[in-house]
């Protein structure tokens, strides 16, 4: 069963509360996504610290319901 980008969204948002989110369906299949996340919470952290936040955040989902994410992250300027 795959998905959808409400689901990973409301997922993403609920693990860091101030994150701006942005997801594209990539195939049209519910499978493999794209998502931006900007939070103030990512500053000082490096990038894989924060993809780590957000796979946290994904509640054990990413490479199981969700099958492929390509994940964009940065602290707001």
């Known amino acids: 069963m795959a998905m959808d980008a409400h689901e990973i969204e409301r997922l993403i948002k609920e693990g860091i509360p101030d994150a701006k989110v942005s997801i594209r369906d990539l195939a049209g299949d519910g499978d493999h996504y794209a998502a931006e996340v900007v939070s103030a919470s990512f500053k000082g952290k490096t ?4 993809h780590q936040m957000v796979y946290k955040a994904l509640q054990g989902n990413m490479g199981g319901v969700l099958h492929a994410l390509a994940l964009q992250t940065s602290a707001p300027e």
Do not use: H, L, T
């Open 47 to 50: 990038r894989v610290q924060q």
